[in-house]
T-cell receptor, first 113, second 112 residues
Framework: GEEVAQTPKHLVRGEGQKAKLYCAPI?????VFWYQQVLKNEFKFLIS????????ETGMPKERFSAKCLPNSPCSLEIQATKLEDSAVYFC???????????FGPGTRLTVT | SQQGEEDPQALSIQEGENATMNCSYK?????LQWYRQNSGRGLVHLIL?????REKHSGRLRVTLDTSKKSSSLLITASRAADTASYFC????????????FGTGTRLTIIP
């Protein structure tokens, strides 16, 4: 597609439940990025992929967070045993190889209650 | 950890006036980019300036970069109501396809 698609738009989970977010990058974009935005403030980088390979995972919390980009499937970000502090908007972005510009999806708002 | 600071945090101006927002960063960079975020939406890329450039224009946007001060400014001329949004600077350290490190953002409100 011509836009980065993210599903669902909103996700509500009770503390301790699992949350799974999905991202379909723009066709032809081989790089995928995940960012977390808390309280409409700064964006925190989580992880990036080059095709199905992890490219940079320096922002990924070691526990509870995992992500995948498998061939012919949307990329996913999974949070096991959610905590209140995980409440945020999670954005996915994609880019062409060698490009500096990233194209962002509309985000998934995760609310942990 | 937070890379950049932006100021002001919020700015309200009359339609037609110019808006200037500033961004500072802490480490050496390859490029600096400005993005816009409309309420509840994703980021839209506005303009990119490389570390060896000092000024760049795109339509009503003018961006400057001072690598000695590790700072950048974004000027929006002849503002419109549709420019109401949050504006974020983001830096890329070395090469393409890297993670972006964002500033804290400036909330711009244009008063009709």
């Amino acid at each position: 597609g011509e836009e980065v698609a993210q599903t669902p738009k909103h996700l509500v989970r009770g503390e301790g439940q699992k949350a799974k977010l999905y991202c379909a990058p723009i066709k032809g974009h081989s790089y995928v990025f995940w960012y977390q935005q808390v309280l409409k403030n700064e964006f925190k980088f989580l992880i990036s992929f080059q095709n199905e390979n992890v490219f940079d995972e320096t922002g990924m919390p070691k526990e509870r967070f995992s992500a995948k980009c498998l061939p012919n499937s949307p990329c996913s970000l999974e949070i096991q045993a959610t905590k209140l502090e995980d409440s945020a908007v999670y954005f996915c972005a994609s880019s062409l190889p060698g490009s500096y510009e990233q194209y962002f999806g509309p985000g998934t708002r995760l609310t942990v209650t | 950890s937070q890379q950049g600071e932006e100021d002001p945090q919020a700015l309200s101006i009359q339609e037609g006036e110019n808006a200037t927002m500033n961004c500072s960063y802490k480490t050496s960079i390859n490029n600096l980019q400005w993005y816009r975020q409309n309420s509840g939406r994703g980021l839209v890329h506005l303009i990119l300036i490389r570390s060896n450039e000092r000024e760049k224009h795109s339509g009503r946007l003018r961006v400057t970069l001072d690598t000695s001060k590790k700072s950048s400014s974004l000027l929006i001329t002849a503002s419109r109501a549709a420019d109401t949004a949050s504006y974020f600077c983001a830096t890329e350290k070395n090469f393409g396809n890297e993670k972006l490190t964002f500033g804290t953002g400036t909330r711009l409100t244009i008063i009709p």
